[in-house]
Structure formats: C-alpha cells, structure tokens
C-alpha cells in the first residue's frame, strides 16, 4: 500500500456542484493531516489542516477518518475558480512529509 | 511576516552543465528547509531537507546535491545535469515539525 493515495481524476464538475475527493494513507500513527491546492505550474498553497476529526474554512470541508485511515476534502458550490489540483500531505516521523500525487479539478460553466 | 525567495524562476541548461539553484527564507529563524522536484504530470519528491546550518538528509541518492551555509540558505547544486534532471524545483520551509510548508514560487529546470 502506499504511504499517502489519492484519486488522480479528473473531477469535471458543473459551478454550483459539491464534490468530495478521499485520500488513503498507511501510518496509522500520523497525527495532523493537509491539503494543499496547486494551480497549474505554480507552486502548492495550503488549503487546509487536519489535526483531529475535520475542519471547516466556507465552503471547504475537511473530515479525518482514523478508523478507515483517510481523510476527505468537501467542496461546496464549487466555483470556476476552484478548478486545481488537490494535493494531500501526511507528515512521516519528526521532519519529513510524504504527498499523495493529487487530485485534479475541473469545474466548468 | 515570512516570505521564501526562490530563483531563477526559469532556467534552461545543456546537459553537462552545472546548476545552482538557491532559496531563502526571511523573517524567521532556524526553519527546517526542503528540496522538492516535481516531474510533469507527477507528485513532489522529496530530495533533500535540513533541520540546521550545515546539516543536510538526502532522500535521493543522485547527482545532485544540497548545502546550507547559513540559517535562512538552501541551495541545491549539481556538477553536471542529466536529461532526467528536468523537473519543477520547490523550495519550502515550516517554522517547526511537523508543520505546515510554505513553498517558494519554485524554478522550471529543462536539461537539454
């Protein structure tokens, strides 16, 4: 299995739809959790932490599923603007940090 | 506030040839800093990272390599490229561990 696993997509949503992305992850001792959002040949900018059951930032929602071991990010009302790549993060011991290879969005009018 | 300064933002280089890439991070001190690549269409990879001046881990035996001569200076260097050496270049850094990265705008690196 490997250490962090995302859906590659693409996700092709109409503007106004929710849309739900999961991410996998293998070490059940990771403790905190990101999603990061990188636009086409630009760099990745945090979205959103995780460090217990979710977290809630407007239309983005983040769920954290220790049991299952993977968490999701909610968009609602999704926008043209949301259209991205959704990378997931998961810390791996004191200093490194391993990215799922990402989730890519399309939202269109 | 903090900011991270990458450059170039864009380099093209023949192959052979030598790179220096180099990131800094003001307005903080002692941060961990991270090399990334990210070949197109993929995931970061990490390659090298440092929790102190002078002190590096690499995670990629290759041809590159990495030093930190001063708190707040990355700098990611190779002695000559390969083709595969092609790839988005990512500097980060996080203020403590494990914690949130900050990503440079990043150097567009093309071997030809």
């Known amino acids: 299995r490997k250490e962090v696993e995302q859906d590659p997509g693409p996700f092709n949503v109409p503007e106004g739809a929710t849309v739900a992305f999961n991410c996998t992850y293998s070490n059940s001792a990771s403790q905190s959790f990101f999603w990061y959002r990188q636009d086409c040949r630009k760099e990745p900018k945090l979205l959103m932490s995780v460090y217990s059951s979710g977290n809630e930032d407007g239309r983005f929602t983040a769920q954290l599923n220790r049991a299952s071991q993977y968490i999701s990010l909610l968009i609602r009302d999704s926008k043209l603007s949301d259209s991205a790549t959704y990378l997931c993060?998961?810390?791996?011991?004191?200093?490194?940090?391993?990215f799922g290879t990402g989730t890519r969005l399309k939202v269109l009018a | 506030s903090q900011t991270i300064h990458q450059w170039p933002a864009t380099l093209v280089q023949p192959v052979g040839s030598p790179l220096s890439l180099e990131c800094t991070v003001e307005g903080t001190s002692n941060p961990n800093l991270y090399w990334y690549r990210q070949a197109a269409g993929r995931g970061l990879q990490l390659l090298f990272y440092s929790v102190g001046i002078g002190q590096i881990s690499s995670e990629v035996p290759q041809n590159l390599s990495a030093s930190r001569p001063q708190d707040r200076q990355f700098i990611l260097s190779s002695k000559k490229l390969l083709l595969s050496d092609s790839g988005f270049y990512l500097c980060?850094?996080?203020?403590?561990?494990?914690?949130?990265?900050?990503f440079g705008a990043g150097t567009r690196l093309s071997v030809l």
């Open positions: 993060v998961v810390p791996s011991g004191t200093y490194k940090y391993i």
């Open positions: 980060a850094w996080t203020p403590g561990s494990p914690g949130i990265q900050y």
